[in-house]
């Protein structure tokens, strides 16, 4: 396992739950193709649903003006603006930009929770919940691993 990485049940890349569609995105390569593109922790959080540890990310501590961009595709999906501290080691956000993320209901662990994924690539990137700030509610908790940061220019 990548060092960093929670331990987890191996599940099929996007495989999904029972009775789940299958999915097309505009940017779509294949696994091998994957894994020449993204580092090992990388592959294992977008396209096999991983998690990395709680306070792993340096992107957890970034306050600098700027969005967030998926790091298997780079499509914008992150306002600094929204982001905030949620307190619980991963990098939250209030609200994505529009038209960046796509979601779907997650029932591994025994739980029910929605899934963010890349709108694009199809990535994973976390879950949302609803025990966020105001405006939304909403707490788009994500994988630091999973994006990348690009600051405002000046």
């Not at 990137?125 to 940061?149: I, Q, S």
Request: charged share 25%.
């Amino acid at each position: 396992m990548a060092a960093g990485l929670v331990p987890r049940l191996v599940r099929p890349a996007l495989a999904g739950d029972a009775g789940r569609t299958e999915e097309h995105f505009e940017v779509a390569y294949s696994d091998a193709e994957w894994r020449r593109r993204l580092t090992p922790a990388q592959y294992d959080i977008l396209r096999r649903e991983g998690t990395e540890r709680p306070y792993s990310s340096p992107l957890n501590d970034e306050h600098r003006a700027g969005t967030f961009a998926c790091a298997g595709c780079a499509l914008p999906l992150f306002s600094s603006r929204t982001k905030f501290d949620s307190h619980t080691g991963w990098p939250s956000f209030w609200t994505p930009l529009d038209h960046a993320v796509g979601t779907r209901t997650d029932t591994t662990f025994g739980m029910v929770r929605t899934e963010v994924h890349c709108r694009r690539c199809g990535g994973h990137l976390g879950h949302v919940f609803d025990d966020g700030p105001k405006p939304t509610g909403l707490r788009y908790c994500m994988n630091g691993l999973a994006m990348t940061f690009l600051p405002q220019s000046a």
